[in-house]
C-alpha cells in the first residue's frame, strides 16, 4: 500500500470559482479526516468520515464546503464559491476506527485563491 | 486563549544535541496525546502516542506527558540534520463518541551540521 493520496496536489483558482478535491485512504481504513492548515498554524479539524458516513462536522466547515465518501473508499472535499480566505493547504488522513490516533496523513492539496 | 499552545521556534540546535519540545494545554479532558513530524509542503507523520500521564521511549524519541501541569515533551537525543522539521504536538479528549483531535501551532526546528 503507498498510503494516503490526495489530487490535486496544488490547485490555483479564481475567488468565486468551485473546485473539488479529492483523497484516497490507506485501502483497510474506515476513517477518513479531513483538516485545514494555514501557514504557521497546526492542522485544524474539519469533518471525519467512518466508512460512508459523515459522522462529525466542524463549525469551521461553513454551508460552501460539502465532503462526501460515496463507498467508503474515497473522499472528495468541494469547496463552492471559494474565497481568498480559504486559501490553505487541505489534508485528508486516515485511520481504523480502533486506532484512531493513529492517523495517515495524505501530502495534502494546496489551495490558492486569487 | 488557545486550548494547546506550542512555541513556534524557530529552534536552532548543533547536530548531536538533546532537543526538547513542549506544548501546554487547558483542557483537562485531555487524555491522549501525540507527536507529529511534518516536514515542509508534506503532511504530518506520527512519531508518539501516549495515553495519560508518564513516558514513552521508541529510538532516539522520548514522549513526557505530566496532566497535573497539563504540560507535555517531546525530547529528541543526538539529534540529525533529517530532524529538521516542524513538530506538531496534538490531543484528544477521552471517551464518548468521537473527539476532536487538537493540534498546537508547531515549533519548527534546525539541526545544523
Known amino acids: 500500500d503507498t498510503g494516503v493520496s490526495q489530487d490535486p496536489r496544488h490547485k490555483i483558482t479564481k475567488r468565486g470559482q468551485n473546485v473539488t478535491f479529492r483523497c484516497d485512504p490507506i485501502?483497510?481504513?474506515?476513517?477518513l479526516y479531513w483538516y485545514r492548515q494555514t501557514l504557521g498554524q497546526g492542522p485544524e479539524f474539519l469533518t471525519y468520515?467512518?466508512?460512508?458516513?459523515?459522522?462529525?462536522k466542524s463549525r469551521l466547515l461553513s454551508d460552501r464546503f460539502s465532503a462526501e465518501r460515496p463507498k467508503g473508499s474515497f473522499s472528495t472535499l468541494e469547496i463552492q464559491r471559494t474565497e481568498q480566505g480559504d486559501s490553505a493547504m487541505y489534508l485528508c488522513?486516515?485511520?481504523?476506527?480502533?486506532?484512531?490516533?493513529?492517523?495517515?496523513f495524505g501530502p495534502g492539496t494546496r489551495l490558492t485563491v486569487l | 486563549q488557545k486550548e494547546v499552545e506550542q512555541d513556534p521556534g524557530p529552534l536552532s540546535v548543533p547536530e548531536g544535541a538533546i532537543v526538547s519540545l513542549n506544548c501546554t494545554y487547558s483542557?483537562?479532558?485531555?487524555?491522549?496525546f501525540m507527536w507529529y513530524r511534518q516536514y515542509s509542503r508534506k503532511g504530518p507523520e506520527l512519531l508518539m502516542y501516549?495515553?495519560?500521564?508518564g513516558n514513552k521511549e521508541d529510538g532516539r524519541f522520548t514522549a513526557q506527558v505530566d496532566k497535573s501541569s497539563k504540560y507535555i515533551s517531546l525530547f529528541i537525543r543526538d539529534s540529525q540534520p533529517s530532524d529538521s522539521a516542524t513538530y506538531l504536538c496534538?490531543?484528544?479528549?477521552?471517551?464518548?463518541?468521537?473527539?476532536?483531535?487538537?493540534f498546537g501551532t508547531g515549533t519548527k526546528l534546525q539541526v545544523i551540521p
Open positions: 488522513a486516515s485511520s481504523l476506527a480502533l486506532e484512531p490516533d493513529t492517523q495517515y
Open positions: 485501502s483497510e481504513h474506515n476513517r
Open positions: 468520515f467512518q466508512n460512508e458516513a459523515q459522522l462529525e
Open positions: 483542557n483537562s479532558a485531555f487524555q491522549y
Open positions: 501516549t495515553y495519560s500521564s
Open positions: 496534538a490531543m484528544r479528549p477521552g471517551s464518548g463518541g468521537y473527539q476532536k483531535v487538537t
